[in-house]
């Protein structure tokens, strides 16, 4: 599916049908195995907002969308009809949408517009596809409670995760399985991380409140907004006095540095991009001799961006961290940030298609990769730095498995006071200071002994 014709930026590029054709091209590239994430970087800028909305609640219903599209059609439609109509059924399908997903138009202002979605396709073969969508559509609005009803009779349907997840999640968390699932349906929440150096909270919600920009104080630096809005709308984005970061994100580079009293001790952020921890560290500790690796050029380019922005400065470079003799210079380390590539299952909040993106074979081999980056990561420690491994993932076998695993390999080993598993939790503001919905994180600090 081509990108909308027209997408110039003027009215009739934002129409309703425009963004249902720029979402099923997402979603298609979802299905053929690409993020949403680069997906939606393939769109024109205008319609990125919009489909991004349409795209992230079609990730979140896909399970169900996909099972409905089966009972309602004899034969699975080409993957152009196919994208469109799992983008129209995702929005029409869920009963009771939570606050944060309620929906936005009309059932038969979604139903009109992706048959004219259809119409106006570039591709004859979707442009053929009209009526068949409109007929399959409109008889979904006529027998919706059954339909739906009937779809959820399959697991992956009813929690809208595959089934191989659900069991993995089963198995690791026999009492918390439902709300980890429930978490991952419910948009995350903006949150932003004071730089400290600049501004305290208390006065940077002040200056949010002057703006008229909705927001309270959570854990530490942490400010989460009412609503997500670009950053250039932020007060002082721009003179870096706030990043956006996850409330269990930022509290890495804490854990990390402290107690560390070392002068200018020499810091190694392994997989940094976009360098939202590497910023942190140096907010934290100003003079950290920070080494910050990414293996692919685009993204080290990243980190320093978002550096530049914040007036800070790190020795960025393109590197395999496992592949030590191609870019360490042999002076050890005082501590080590390992934020290891995992399977993002505790971040769906965020990325809702990573479940969709994973086989379940991919999670040995991340274990495998998480392993190889421990094993040779370790030796670059000087006699009693601290390592601190963390991933964005609820799966034991990335996070206690992994460290369980290394500790029997390797001696010595002080296991520090770490948070380890994090479960991701629905936002609450109850309570006088609120609470940031949480991601899912697995956190492990370790020292090595003398």
């Known amino acids: 599916m081509n990108a909308p014709p027209g997408a110039t930026g003027q009215a009739p ?20 195995g690409r993020s949403l994430t680069d997906a939606l970087a393939a769109l024109p800028l205008e319609l990125r907002p919009g489909a991004q909305a349409l795209a992230s609640q079609t990730m979140r219903q896909r399970g169900l969308a996909f099972a409905l599209i089966g009972l309602l059609t004899r034969r699975a439609p080409a993957p152009a009809a196919r994208a469109l109509l799992a983008v ?44 068949f969508i409109n007929a399959v559509l409109r008889r979904y609005l006529r027998e919706r409670a059954a339909l739906n009803t009937q779809a959820r009779i399959s ?29 991952a349906q419910c948009p995350a929440p903006m949150v932003l991380r004071v730089n400290t150096r600049r501004c305290m909270p208390a006065a940077y919600l002040e200056q949010l409140a002057r703006a008229d920009i909705g927001a309270r104080g959570c854990a530490a630096a942490a400010v989460q907004l009412d609503q997500a809005r670009p950053v250039n709308q932020l007060p002082g984005f721009a003179q870096g006095w706030v990043s956006v970061q996850s409330a269990t994100a930022q509290r890495a580079a804490p854990l990390l540095l402290a107690g560390l009293e070392r002068p200018a001790p020499r810091v190694l952020d392994a997989c940094a991009a976009p360098g939202g921890k590497t910023a942190h560290l140096l907010e934290l500790c100003p003079d950290a001799r920070v080494t910050a690796l990414d293996s692919a050029a685009p993204r080290a380019a990243r980190i320093d961006e978002n550096l530049k922005r914040l007036g800070l400065s790190a020795a960025v470079r393109v590197a395999d961290a496992a592949d030590v003799a191609s870019w360490w210079n042999g002076e050890p380390f005082d501590a080590i940030l ?20 994973r086989r379940p074979g991919d999670i040995a081999a991340l274990a495998r990769q998480q ?27 990335e996070g206690a498995d992994r460290i369980r695993a290394f500790l029997a390999r390797n001696s010595r080993v002080r296991f520090l006071t770490s948070p380890e598993h994090v479960l991701p939790a629905i ?9 940031c919905g949480e991601d899912g994180f697995y956190f492990a600090l370790l020292e090595q002994q003398d």
């Open 371 to 397: 392993d190889r980056l421990l094993a040779a990561l370790w030796p670059l420690l000087a006699p009693g730095g601290r390592l601190l491994y963390c991933t964005c993932s609820v799966f034991r076998e």
């Open 427 to 435: 936002d609450s503001k109850s309570g006088d200071n609120g609470i």
């Open 88 to 131: 129209v059924l995702a929005q029409l399908a869920p009963e009771q949408a939570p606050e944060q997903t309620q929906r936005a138009y009309e059932p038969f202002l979604l139903v009109d517009q992706a048959v004219e979605a259809a119409k106006q396709a570039r591709e004859p073969a979707l442009r053929a596809q009209a009526g």
């Open 338 to 357: 390992l934020d290891a590539p995992c399977s993002a299952s505790g971040i769906l909040a965020r990325h809702p298609d990573a479940r969709w993106l």
């Open 13 to 32: 590029s934002m129409a309703l049908w425009c963004k249902l054709q720029a979402a099923a091209q997402a979603v298609q590239g979802v299905s053929s």
């Open 155 to 183: 697991e992956e349907a009813r929690w809208n995760h595959p089934c191989w997840w659900i069991e993995r999640l089963r198995r690791d968390w026999p009492d918390d399985w439902p709300r980890i699932l429930a978490a």
